[in-house]
């Protein structure tokens, strides 16, 4: 795309002279000679710089600025003025002008403050560019699904999304509940602001306790420096507490004076911190419950459960199953340059009969690994892990070992010998793993 410039000044041969200058220099150049013209241009061509004189017949240059802002934001504007004044300058950088300067100032300076709005302007459009990509990933349209179950809880979730309310999020593992809390965030105003998640269950107590909060030097052993906790670096933006119910009751206090007053305290520091954070959190517990046998704070459930959305299982969305499970086997084809795959029945019919207890994470987890041992173009129940044969009567067991041993060998060969990683696309646990090689006398 050619850089565009739009000179607005009513003042036709000036106009014209210095269209005619910067178009020497490569740019296209739009003119007009009243404000509203130069709107009308803004609003029909792709303009990434504008100079507008001060003085026009229908508007103040410098109050034009606000509008230009408004119909292109990355857009950068130069005032020009014939006698500038600094108060006028001044306001015209805080309406959001790149520069203001004096008409009359040689091409020598004119010059070169275009070629350095042009670049803040391409700058502006490369990260409206990243922001919006960002935005369409983590939006609600993310969110696969149509069962209505899913749907009420999108419903819900958008609702609040606008406003700064806390948000809980409850369901069973492997429900999406992260996914929904990133759709919150980026439909909200706080959406160029910071998404921190934090898994309240990976750390223990005291750890947990520093990384959110931060700590202040010598606060412990090993805290040779200040230590920013997440709370701050989520500022302005959203933090989403994973596990709630993982965390410890002296936490748990620390976290209600935040969520009550956006105020804390580093380890190791006497001076109270501010803050300026959404918390969304999530739990697979039944807090209240949790709450009434002294496990978890009530006053924390009630303040964190001001707007709950409960996310429904898989086994409640079997309509979902098969439309999740075909966008995942092109996703993960696309990543392995495979052609497309069909699926046959038995495998399709597998698929919805199965329990499904680790939901939507269980489900990807499941057509990565089909798609990592699929040889021909057809999909069928074979390539399914064992567990799913298991649900089938009459299924021989000296045949399920052998089929799980297939598979641990394919998927030994497609990692080449990487445990951690063919233990996770297995689905097991590591020592499983190394249990099973060494049954099944697998060579590695």
């Given at each position: 795309?050619?850089?565009?410039?739009?000179?607005?000044?009513?003042?036709?041969?000036?106009?014209?002279?210095?269209?005619?200058?910067?178009?020497?220099?490569?740019?296209?150049?739009?003119?007009?000679?009243?404000?509203?013209?130069?709107?009308?241009?803004?609003?029909?061509?792709?303009?990434?710089?504008?100079?507008?004189?001060?003085?026009?017949?229908?508007?103040?240059?410098?109050?034009?600025?606000?509008?230009?802002?408004?119909?292109?934001?990355?857009?950068?504007?130069?005032?020009?003025?014939?006698?500038?004044?600094?108060?006028?300058?001044?306001?015209?950088?805080?309406?959001?002008?790149?520069?203001?300067?004096?008409?009359?100032?040689?091409?020598?300076?004119?010059?070169?403050?275009?070629?350095?709005?042009?670049?803040?302007?391409?700058?502006?459009?490369?990260?409206?560019?990243?922001?919006?990509?960002?935005?369409?990933?983590?939006?609600?349209?993310s969110i696969l699904g149509k069962s209505k179950a899913i749907k009420e809880a999108v419903a819900l979730a958008q609702k609040v999304a606008g406003t700064t309310t806390t948000v809980l999020l409850l369901g069973e593992t492997g429900t999406g509940k992260e996914v929904f809390a990133q759709a919150i965030h980026y439909e909200s105003q706080r959406k160029l602001k910071p998404f921190v998640a934090v898994n309240c269950s990976g750390f223990n107590p005291a750890l947990l306790e520093s990384e959110l909060f931060g700590y202040k030097e010598g606060a412990f052993t090993g805290a040779v420096k200040d230590k920013k906790g997440l709370l701050e670096e989520a500022n302005e933006g959203t933090i989403f507490l994973d596990e709630i119910g993982e965390m410890n009751l002296d936490l748990q206090a620390k976290l209600l004076r935040v969520l009550e007053n956006q105020t804390y305290i580093k380890v190791g520091d006497t001076q109270t911190s501010q803050v300026n954070v959404r918390i969304i959190a999530a739990t697979n517990r039944d807090l209240k419950t949790e709450a009434e046998a002294g496990n978890f704070r009530l006053d924390l459930f009630y303040r964190l459960s001001i707007f709950s959305i409960e996310l429904p299982p898989l086994s409640h969305r079997k309509d979902d199953i098969l439309p999740i499970a075909m966008h995942y086997l092109a996703e993960f084809t696309a990543k392995v340059n495979r052609p497309e795959f069909t699926i046959d029945k038995e495998f399709s019919k597998l698929l919805t009969s199965h329990s499904w207890k680790?939901?939507?994470?269980?489900?990807?987890?499941?057509?990565?690994?089909?798609?990592?041992?699929?040889?021909?173009?057809?999909?069928?129940?074979?390539?399914?892990?064992?567990?799913?044969?298991?649900?089938?009567r009459g299924t021989d067991p000296l045949n399920m070992q052998d089929m799980e041993k297939q598979h641990i060998v394919k998927v030994l060969k497609y990692t080449r010998g990487n445990k951690t990683e063919t233990s996770r696309l297995l689905g097991i646990g590591l020592t499983t793993l190394y249990r099973k090689i060494d049954e099944y006398k697998i060579d590695t």
């Amino acid at each position: 795309m050619q850089d565009t410039v739009l000179i607005i000044d009513d003042e036709k041969k000036i106009c014209s002279l210095l269209a005619r200058i910067i178009e020497l220099e490569g740019f296209k150049v739009f003119q007009a000679y009243t404000g509203k013209e130069g709107i009308k241009i803004l609003k029909a061509e792709d303009i990434l710089v504008v100079i507008s004189d001060v003085k026009l017949p229908d508007y103040n240059g410098v109050e034009l600025v606000k509008e230009i802002k408004k119909i292109r934001p990355g857009a950068e504007v130069i005032n020009l003025t014939a006698f500038g004044t600094i108060s006028d300058g001044v306001m015209a950088m805080r309406n959001g002008a790149f520069d203001y300067i004096t008409k009359g100032d040689d091409n020598d300076k004119i010059i070169p403050l275009v070629y350095k709005a042009m670049n803040k302007a391409k700058l502006n459009a490369r990260i409206y560019e990243l922001e919006n990509k960002i935005t369409r990933k983590y939006n609600f349209d993310s969110i696969l699904g149509k069962s209505k179950a899913i749907k009420e809880a999108v419903a819900l979730a958008q609702k609040v999304a606008g406003t700064t309310t806390t948000v809980l999020l409850l369901g069973e593992t492997g429900t999406g509940k992260e996914v929904f809390a990133q759709a919150i965030h980026y439909e909200s105003q706080r959406k160029l602001k910071p998404f921190v998640a934090v898994n309240c269950s990976g750390f223990n107590p005291a750890l947990l306790e520093s990384e959110l909060f931060g700590y202040k030097e010598g606060a412990f052993t090993g805290a040779v420096k200040d230590k920013k906790g997440l709370l701050e670096e989520a500022n302005e933006g959203t933090i989403f507490l994973d596990e709630i119910g993982e965390m410890n009751l002296d936490l748990q206090a620390k976290l209600l004076r935040v969520l009550e007053n956006q105020t804390y305290i580093k380890v190791g520091d006497t001076q109270t911190s501010q803050v300026n954070v959404r918390i969304i959190a999530a739990t697979n517990r039944d807090l209240k419950t949790e709450a009434e046998a002294g496990n978890f704070r009530l006053d924390l459930f009630y303040r964190l459960s001001i707007f709950s959305i409960e996310l429904p299982p898989l086994s409640h969305r079997k309509d979902d199953i098969l439309p999740i499970a075909m966008h995942y086997l092109a996703e993960f084809t696309a990543k392995v340059n495979r052609p497309e795959f069909t699926i046959d029945k038995e495998f399709s019919k597998l698929l919805t009969s199965h329990s499904w207890k680790g939901n939507i994470r269980e489900l990807k987890n499941v057509m990565e690994r089909v798609v990592i041992l699929a040889e021909g173009d057809v999909i069928g129940p074979n390539l399914l892990p064992f567990e799913f044969h298991t649900q089938t009567r009459g299924t021989d067991p000296l045949n399920m070992q052998d089929m799980e041993k297939q598979h641990i060998v394919k998927v030994l060969k497609y990692t080449r010998g990487n445990k951690t990683e063919t233990s996770r696309l297995l689905g097991i646990g590591l020592t499983t793993l190394y249990r099973k090689i060494d049954e099944y006398k697998i060579d590695t």
